[in-house]
């Protein structure tokens, strides 16, 4: 158990679904990660937190609506995703930037 | 449920010195695996992978690691380290199975390299 929860682990979705994806974290960081892991690809970071404001949006598209209530909380919205969209999407948390805590992802796949 | 395991939290090495970071996981079928490094205040990088094929791999900056599918394992190695190897270092293991391909991370281990 790492401290960073992710709900759900499995998500099916339509193209013209609207669906959220929810990370929680309860190691008191300040900073929050959602990072996308295709198929033999590496690890792509898409936004990062900081203290609830989003310091990194690493050209994602706009299908893709992160939100940051608290320090604790980080929503992926998902709205009319492409099957190439299907993936595994990662969150993490750190404290300053430092060692990262991962959840245990959510399988997205999109039909 | 699969996991990682790596045995080494916390790593100090002079530079010049040899490194080998353990790195083991709980799955029995088919798996990727991958090792990527958090330098200090920057986000992850891919050292190496590994999908099929030699189970040497050879990465970025003088980085290799073995597959050795009987011990469960994909070992970190380098023979000479330097200052600006200091960094936390994760395992990673995708499994292929019928829920689908979940990654897991093993908690990381923190290489300090003395200059």
């Known amino acids: 158990e790492t401290g960073v929860t992710q709900t759900p682990r499995h998500l099916v979705m339509g193209m013209t679904n609207k669906k959220s994806l929810k990370c929680e974290q309860h190691?008191?960081?300040?900073?929050m990660y959602w990072y996308k892991q295709s198929a033999k690809k590496p690890l792509e970071l898409m936004f990062v937190y900081n203290f609830k404001e989003q310091t990194e949006n690493n050209s994602v598209p706009s299908r893709f609506s992160p939100e940051c209530p608290n320090s604790s909380h980080l929503f992926l919205h998902l709205h009319t995703l492409q099957p190439e969209d299907s993936a595994l999407y990662l969150c993490?948390?750190?404290?300053?930037?430092?060692?990262?805590?991962f959840g245990s992802g959510t399988q997205l796949s999109v039909l | 449920a699969q996991s990682v395991s790596q045995h080494n939290h916390h790593v100090i090495l002079s530079e010049a010195a040899s490194l080998e970071l353990g790195c083991n996981y709980s799955?029995?079928?088919?798996?990727?695996l991958f090792w990527y490094v958090q330098y200090p205040g920057q986000h992850l990088q891919l050292l190496l992978k590994?999908?099929?094929?030699?189970?040497l791999v050879k990465g970025i900056k003088g980085f290799e690691a073995e597959f050795i599918k009987s011990k469960f394992s994909f070992n970190l190695r380098k023979p000479s380290v330097q200052w600006s190897d200091t960094a936390e270092y994760f395992c990673?293991?995708?499994?292929?199975?019928?829920?689908?391909?979940?990654?897991?991370f093993g908690g990381g281990t923190r290489l300090m390299v003395k200059p």
């Open positions: 190691l008191g960081h300040n900073a």
């Open positions: 993490a948390s750190s404290q300053d930037g430092r060692k990262l805590f």
């Open positions: 799955y029995g079928g088919t798996v990727n």
């Open positions: 590994y999908f099929s094929g030699d189970p």
């Open positions: 990673a293991v995708i499994a292929n199975n019928n829920a689908g391909n979940m990654l897991t």
